[in-house]
Structure formats: structure tokens, C-alpha cells
């Protein structure tokens, strides 16, 4: 491997993860996290490989693919001070491994050995893999994306596909020098489902989170279009012991419409430190990590106002009360999974979680917003196994709703708190499975 350029793959597919609340990553040139990946120059040459409009068995070739590549592309042009130079090629392969790269940014899915040795064993599973080139000062150089090649995509919604314009709004994101959002409804998070999860469409990824926005907001900056943009918010939080709350997740709310608008997670010192936010207030948040074995309730940490080019500050000692229960899957239409739920305003859905030693028959769910309100009356205990404890419940979701991904609190019976973050995502993408429509 070069002593001045290095490599990155990144994995996007379907599997298990518990609910963190951090949110956006960078990828980074050094260990210690202090050099970030980027593009340097504000244009970003890209090449289309032919492969995405040949006929093939990946592909239904009545799509119209180059329409949607290029709609992806502008979803991120549209909301940083970026811009992509596209052009066709007949290239097929991407550069290989271990060395700097020719130069050439490819998009492709052509079935080759060198496109398919990225995938590994995880052919079955993975839909796309994007390779970064860069050099030891974060610049950088190259970056391409493979379609996995085995896996079928659709742009129609067709079940048991993957969703192409999902996909590779994704995958572009890791282009720009984004790493996976743990925040359940951004585009970056590392899980993609398929059509039929949940028998909905997987078309929310191609709408970009208000965290995904922040991300690429804090390489880049904004567009000459936005004004009131961006500032930070930087804290600590310390434990009851006045210990570091090291790795806790902290996320962003806003104050007013309770949208969430990123996270992040504390370091070794208990600090946390997140750009790229609009003008505004903010409520701030933070739960332990779930794959601890002491798990503490999560709290508020409070309202913190964050000024255009300017740093806001906050500070906590945590109450650190127990939590005994956590909270492993969401759910709707009686199936768990660890993806979002795509709902509509102005409708009433009714919502499914599912996980270990809460009581079904005491928890209470409340949403920070009061345009998702909770029916107290609705609340259904479900068998799904000894080892998994299930309940659903209804929601209402008003009309003045706003789009975006939204959090909610389960209290167990002894007042621990947990939070689904971004578990919620209102689209204009239709479910039709509203349990009613609400009156205006």
C-alpha cells in the first residue's frame, strides 16, 4: 500500500443492530480522528459506467437508471456547496485495491471478477460497496461505487428488491467522505430494507435526514442559497461520580417541531461536539449505549441555542438512574425489524416494539412532539417467543406534522426511560396502511 494514499470500503446492507442515538460519521485519514476525508477542489468529476443502462439481470431495463442517478447525485448537491462533474464511460472495473487508484471516480455494476471480489461472502447480503482513495492530509483522490451485482434493484418499489436510488444516495454519501449515522431514519445509517419490510416501499433513504444534511454540511458548507447556516453545539457530561459519561449518545432535537437534526457520542472525556446546524434552539438528549451491561435511563440535557458561525456550550451531570429493559426492534404491520417506520401526517398507524424485560402491561410511549400523540387505551400485548417481550400501540399523527425522522420515549414501570431515536420517519412517500384518516 502507498506510504501517502490509503483505502476504504464501506458495507451497506440489511442486518441486526441495536437503537444508538449517534448520528452522522466521518470517515477520517488518521487513527486519531483528526483528519477528515474530503474532497478538496468544489467540483467532484464522476463517471457513469455503461453498465447502469445495459440490459442485465440486476436491473429491470424498462427503469430508467440514468434519470435516477442522476437524481441522486442532486439530492446532495442541492443541500451543500458541492457540485458534481458527470460523465459516461464504457469502463467497467473499479481501480484495485492496495494502490492509488486511476484516477477515475467510477459508479458501475458490471458482474466482472474485479467488482465482485469487494463483496467477498457477503454477496448475498450486501447491496453496494464504495471504495475512497485519499492521501495523508484527508484529500481525496478517488472514490467509487459498486452495485452488488447478485442483488436485484428497482426504482418502481417491486418486492424483494432493493431500492436503486436508496442505494446509491447512500453510497454517495460515503463518496463525499460520510460514514454510517446510527440514527434509524438517516439516509447514511448503515441498514437498508428491501421492498416489503413491513410491506411498505423502502423509498424513505432517498430523502436525506436533517442529520445526513449536517454531515455533509460540516465538510462542505452550504449553497449560496442557505443564510442562517451553520453553527455547533460542543458539551461534557459527567456521570453522578463526576466519572466521564464516556460513550453515551447525544442527540438533537429541534425545540420547536421536535424533528431530529443529528448526533453524535462522547468521547473518552465525556465532551461531544456536533457542526453543521442550522440557526435555532435545540434540545439536547443523551442515553447510554445499548451494548453496555449497565444501562442508564436517558435524560435531557436541555436547550441550547446555536448561532450561525458560532459555538454553543452545555454541560450535565447525569442522574444515571437504571434502566432494566431495552428496547431491540420496532415494528408495524406485525413484523420487527431495525429499520424505520414510514408514516404519513394526517394519519393514525399503528406501531410495534419489541425487546427484553419491559412490562407490557405497565411501559407508557410518549413523542417529544405534540403532533404525534399515542392512544392510552391502545396499547396490545403480543406473543413473539419467551425471550422477547412485544406490545403495539396506536398513533396519531396530525397533519401540521412536519417531514423528518422523530424519537420516542418507552418508560418502563419503574421510571427508566429509553428512546427509540429516528425510529419514526413522516414522508410524502405513501403507507397506506393507516389505521384512519384524522379530521383536519
Request: glycine share 8%.
Amino acid at each position: 500500500m502507498s506510504k501517502l494514499l490509503r483505502t476504504i470500503l464501506i458495507l451497506f446492507w440489511l442486518g441486526s443492530f441495536n437503537f444508538f442515538a449517534n448520528g452522522y460519521h466521518l470517515q477520517f485519514a488518521d487513527d486519531a480522528k483528526l483528519v477528515r476525508l474530503r474532497w478538496k477542489a468544489g467540483k467532484i468529476p464522476i463517471s457513469l459506467s455503461t453498465s447502469l443502462i445495459k440490459q442485465n439481470q440486476s436491473l429491470k431495463f424498462d427503469d430508467d437508471i440514468a434519470k435516477t442517478v442522476l437524481k441522486s447525485l442532486e439530492t446532495w448537491e442541492k443541500i451543500a456547496n458541492i457540485k458534481f462533474e458527470i460523465s459516461w464511460t464504457d469502463k467497467q472495473n473499479i481501480s484495485p485495491q492496495g494502490k492509488a487508484g486511476d484516477g477515475v471516480s467510477l459508479i458501475t455494476i458490471a458482474q466482472t471478477p474485479e467488482n465482485l471480489t469487494l463483496f467477498g461472502d457477503n454477496s448475498e447480503d450486501v447491496s453496494a460497496r464504495t471504495r475512497v482513495f485519499f492521501n495523508r492530509r484527508g484529500v481525496i483522490s478517488e472514490a467509487d461505487i459498486v452495485l452488488n451485482s447478485y442483488q436485484q434493484f428497482s426504482i418502481d418499489g417491486t418486492i424483494g428488491t432493493f431500492d436503486f436510488e436508496s442505494t446509491l444516495t447512500h453510497e454517495i454519501g460515503h463518496l463525499l467522505g460520510l460514514e454510517h449515522s446510527t440514527i434509524i431514519g438517516a439516509t447514511m445509517n448503515a441498514h437498508q430494507g428491501k421492498n416489503g419490510v413491513y410491506n411498505l416501499q423502502s423509498f424513505s433513504p432517498r430523502t436525506l435526514s436533517e442529520d445526513d444534511i449536517a454531515g455533509v454540511r460540516a465538510l462542505y458548507g452550504v449553497n449560496d442559497a442557505e443564510q442562517n447556516c451553520c453553527g455547533k453545539i460542543a458539551g461534557k457530561l459527567v456521570l453522578a461520580t463526576n466519572k466521564p459519561a464516556k460513550d453515551f449518545d447525544v442527540w438533537f432535537e429541534d425545540a420547536q417541531t421536535s424533528r431530529i437534526s443529528g448526533g453524535t457520542v462522547t468521547d473518552a472525556t465525556g465532551n461531544f461536539y456536533f457542526e453543521g446546524l442550522s440557526e435555532g434552539v435545540y434540545s439536547v438528549y443523551a442515553k447510554q449505549n445499548n451494548l453496555t451491561n449497565k444501562l442508564f435511563s436517558a435524560e435531557k440535557i436541555g436547550d441550547v441555542e446555536v448561532v450561525r458561525g458560532k459555538t454553543a456550550s452545555t454541560y450535565k451531570k447525569l442522574k444515571n438512574n437504571v434502566r432494566n429493559f431495552n428496547i431491540q426492534y420496532i415494528g408495524f404491520n406485525g413484523h420487527l425489524s431495525h429499520v424505520p417506520v414510514t408514516v404519513n401526517s394526517g394519519n393514525s398507524y399503528t406501531i410495534f416494539i419489541g425487546g427484553k424485560n419491559f412490562d407490557v402491561k405497565n411501559i407508557k410511549v410518549n413523542f417529544n412532539t405534540a403532533n404525534i400523540k399515542v392512544v392510552p387505551e391502545s396499547f396490545v400485548a403480543h406473543n413473539y417467543g419467551d425471550n422477547l417481550s412485544t406490545v403495539s400501540f396506536e398513533i396519531m399523527v396530525n397533519s401540521k406534522t412536519m417531514n423528518g425522522e422523530y424519537s420516542f420515549s418507552v418508560l418502563n414501570q419503574n421510571d427508566s426511560v429509553e428512546y427509540v431515536v429516528g425510529g419514526l420517519t413522516v414522508e410524502n412517500f405513501s403507507n397506506l396502511w393507516s389505521s384512519s384518516l384524522l379530521p383536519e
